[in-house]
């Protein structure tokens, strides 16, 4: 039997509605949710980027500030653009797309955003969060990936979860989100000799190494969940991800289609951690003694 097909699309629009009518609340109370997406340079993924999430914040009644600067802009200045959001009361979460220019350290640039404010969750501080199991904000993408996960209603307690990938943005977070939700897990990546000695064993795969045709069906267990979370091009241009999705689909219980799975949820969750930022704001706020 095909893999049911996990809609990262639908699930988007069903969260979407909940973060607008978690916004109506806010704003009532006074504290409308507020984005501040800083871009440097003209770079045109970016660019594309930036529009979608300005996109996705007018369509849900949270507030975006855009903020664009020529990719001459000094580190000094990037920094204190940064420090006046991160003061703006208004301001709930703030997002400096990356690329940067060569010139800018990104991880200085992500150091000084507020913790409180680091709703793309990259921060070391944030990842301290993440690691301990404190309350803090989650890496956009992996945090898309652990709902289309719960979506399935498989129970992961005491499954095995194989990443594939490494990376700080979403090879470890997404390890570590399993492992919060009881699942045993191997991290697997490019140096990691017979891939399917270990993606064969694995009830859920995360596949997010950034090359097409990294997972093929005979890596893959029956009935398992596969979480596609590459974004490449095929020899014909048509973009596809790191499965090979066709004869994948005939093994596996789920998968995530590309486009259309995993892409959607990445700026939902930026949403959702705008609106939780909000909220924390606004219940600080909120009188002592006030039901």
């Given at each position: 039997?095909?893999?049911?097909?996990?809609?990262?699309?639908?699930?988007?629009?069903?969260?979407?509605?909940?973060?607008?009518?978690?916004?109506?609340?806010?704003?009532?109370?006074?504290?409308?949710?507020?984005?501040?997406?800083?871009l440097v340079g003209e770079d045109?993924?970016?660019?594309?980027?930036?529009r979608n999430k300005v996109k996705a914040c007018a369509d849900t009644g949270v507030r975006s500030v855009l903020e664009t600067y020529p990719a001459t802009l000094s580190q000094a200045d990037l920094l204190q653009h940064v420090a006046r959001l991160?003061?703006?009361?208004?301001?709930?979460?703030?997002?400096?797309?990356?690329?940067?220019?060569?010139?800018?350290?990104?991880?200085?640039?992500?150091?000084?955003?507020?913790t409180s404010k680091d709703v793309d969750g990259y921060s070391?501080?944030?990842?301290?969060?993440?690691?301990?199991?404190?309350?803090?904000?989650?890496?956009?993408?992996p945090y898309g990936c652990m709902k289309?996960?719960?979506s399935t209603g498989v129970d992961l307690k005491g499954k095995h979860a194989v990443?594939?990938?490494?990376?700080?943005?979403?090879?470890?977070?997404?390890?570590?989100?399993?492992?919060?939700?009881n699942a045993t897990v191997t991290i697997c990546h490019s140096s990691t000799p017979d891939l399917g000695r270990f993606t064969r064993q694995a009830d859920v795969v995360v596949a997010a190494v950034g090359h097409r045709n990294t997972l093929t069906a005979d890596m893959v267990k029956p009935g398992a969940i596969v979480i596609d979370v590459g974004m490449n091009r095929d020899?014909?241009?048509?973009?596809?991800?790191?499965?090979?999705?066709?004869?994948?689909?005939?093994?596996?219980?789920?998968?995530?289609?590309?486009?259309?799975g995993v892409g959607p949820m990445t700026i939902t969750m930026l949403l959702v951690n705008t609106i939780e930022a909000a909220e924390r704001t606004a219940n600080a706020q909120q009188p002592i003694g006030h039901a």
């Amino acid at each position: 039997m095909p893999a049911k097909l996990i809609s990262g699309t639908q699930l988007s629009q069903e969260l979407r509605t909940d973060i607008a009518r978690r916004a109506t609340s806010l704003t009532s109370r006074n504290c409308q949710p507020g984005l501040a997406v800083v871009l440097v340079g003209e770079d045109p993924a970016s660019q594309v980027y930036v529009r979608n999430k300005v996109k996705a914040c007018a369509d849900t009644g949270v507030r975006s500030v855009l903020e664009t600067y020529p990719a001459t802009l000094s580190q000094a200045d990037l920094l204190q653009h940064v420090a006046r959001l991160n003061a703006d009361p208004q301001i709930h979460g703030i997002l400096v797309q990356m690329p940067l220019p060569r010139h800018i350290d990104p991880i200085q640039v992500i150091a000084a955003i507020a913790t409180s404010k680091d709703v793309d969750g990259y921060s070391v501080m944030s990842a301290g969060e993440l690691l301990t199991g404190s309350p803090g904000f989650r890496p956009c993408t992996p945090y898309g990936c652990m709902k289309l996960i719960e979506s399935t209603g498989v129970d992961l307690k005491g499954k095995h979860a194989v990443v594939i990938g490494r990376s700080n943005t979403v090879g470890k977070p997404m390890a570590l989100l399993l492992l919060q939700a009881n699942a045993t897990v191997t991290i697997c990546h490019s140096s990691t000799p017979d891939l399917g000695r270990f993606t064969r064993q694995a009830d859920v795969v995360v596949a997010a190494v950034g090359h097409r045709n990294t997972l093929t069906a005979d890596m893959v267990k029956p009935g398992a969940i596969v979480i596609d979370v590459g974004m490449n091009r095929d020899d014909a241009g048509k973009l596809c991800g790191d499965v090979d999705a066709e004869p994948v689909k005939e093994v596996a219980g789920w998968l995530t289609p590309v486009p259309g799975g995993v892409g959607p949820m990445t700026i939902t969750m930026l949403l959702v951690n705008t609106i939780e930022a909000a909220e924390r704001t606004a219940n600080a706020q909120q009188p002592i003694g006030h039901a």
